[in-house]
């Protein structure tokens, strides 16, 4: 198992609530990703965290917003929920940018009722 | 988006048995690299290539890239009924954003 820890394990809302996911590093890496993941898909990157910095985005919409922490712990957080929203959102950290590879946690799996 | 596909979606065999999964992308890239995920867990990396190798060894995984054809394999050799998993490629870019662009994923199952 990698050393990213992901909470909670399991959240159900109704369209339109709001969320927060939470996720803690791998000891010593100053980049996280989150990645959205729709059930039999390939996970989609939502955006990357590199010392406290956004570092990238992918196509998602601005209500999916996100924090870096100076322990490089990490938030995603998610406003006006939809069904579609309805995913496994894994966070994955690493040493560098991204390039390599990434260490990911176990994932929150959110359900949108 | 997905930078590509897998082949096959879906893989069944025998223990002992060999399993072959092939990757295609779309644009150039830094390296690709595959991953396991065991049913809705997170991911485990196994396996990097960079865009400058043509085949890399790690235990009973090889894995070859073909940088022509945007294209790569994973041979998983004498399969155990503990390989049963979704196996993904993931892609990074030279340019544009650091982060991976994975395929739809091929998954396997191993029969005992």
């Known amino acids: 198992e990698t050393g990213v820890t992901q909470s909670p394990t399991h959240l159900i809302k109704t369209r339109g609530q709001q969320v927060t996911l939470r996720c803690s590093s791998q000891?010593?890496?100053?980049?996280v990703s989150w990645y959205q993941q729709a059930l039999g898909q390939g996970p989609q990157f939502i955006f990357q965290?590199?010392?406290?910095?956004?570092?990238g985005r992918g196509n998602f919409p601005p209500r999916f917003s996100g924090l870096q922490f100076p322990n490089y712990s990490s938030e995603l957080n998610v406003n006006a929920l939809e069904l579609d929203d309805s995913a496994l959102y894994l966070c994955?950290?690493?040493?560098?940018?991204?390039?390599?590879?990434?260490?990911f946690g176990p994932g929150t799996r959110l359900t949108v009722t | 988006s997905q930078q590509g596909e897998e082949d096959p979606q879906a893989l069944s065999i025998q223990e002992g048995e060999n399993a072959t999964m092939n990757c295609s992308y779309k644009?150039?890239?830094?390296?690709l690299q595959w991953y396991r995920q065991n049913s809705g867990r997170g991911l485990v990396h196994l396996i990097l290539?960079?865009?400058?190798?043509r085949e890399k060894h790690s235990g009973r995984l090889r894995v070859t890239l073909d940088t022509s054809k945007k294209s790569s394999s994973l041979l998983i050799t004498a399969s155990r009924a503990a390989d049963t998993a979704s196996y993904f490629c993931?892609?990074?870019?030279?340019?544009?954003?650091?982060?991976?662009?994975f395929g739809s994923g091929t998954r396997l199952q191993v029969q005992p």
């Open positions: 000891s010593g890496h100053n980049t």
């Open positions: 290539i960079r865009s400058n190798e």
């Open positions: 993931a892609t990074v870019s030279y340019t544009g954003r650091r982060a991976l662009t």
């Open positions: 644009t150039s890239i830094n390296n």
């Open positions: 994955a950290s690493s040493p560098g940018q991204g390039l390599d590879e990434q260490y």
């Open positions: 965290y590199y010392r406290e910095e956004e570092n």
